[in-house]
């Protein structure tokens, strides 16, 4: 059975080009554009991973989702990996590390991202 990948990015050649890598790689896909919207389908679609923007409707958006989907018992456990351009778009001198409370994911992945680097790390997190 394929596994499921939910992307919450308000991108959409970003998504369109992410999917189409995606199911040629078997995977199903399923897509949000905003953090509320991403939080409800995961909940409703329970993915193997989530793929997650941080900048959608605010600068940190992003963040708040990943804290919110780790709090929520049934998601608690699925893999969350942040793909952003936050420390390019805002010149941040630093970047951002997964912890287990202030950003509760297993990656976090600078936008623009090789496929190959992509695809590894969703392999590592769920298997492929």
């Known amino acids: 059975m394929a596994k499921t990948v939910l992307m919450i990015d308000d991108d959409p050649e970003f998504v369109d080009a ?17 953090g509320k919207d991403g939080f409800e389908k995961a909940k409703a679609v329970h993915p193997d991973i989530i793929l997650l923007d941080v900048m959608m409707t605010t600068e940190s958006e992003g963040f708040d989702v990943a804290r919110a989907l780790h709090k929520e018992e049934s998601l608690k456990n699925t893999p969350v990996i942040i793909i952003s ?26 936008k623009p991202i090789k496929p190959d680097l992509l695809l590894s790390t969703i392999e590592e997190n769920i298997g492929g």
Do not use: C, H, Q, Y
């Open 85 to 110: 351009g936050i420390r390019r778009e805002m010149n941040l001198p630093f970047g951002f590390e997964p912890d287990e409370d202030w950003l509760p994911v297993k990656a976090v992945l600078e």
């Open 18 to 34: 992410t999917t189409n890598l995606l199911e040629a790689k078997g995977f199903d896909v399923e897509s949000a554009s905003n």
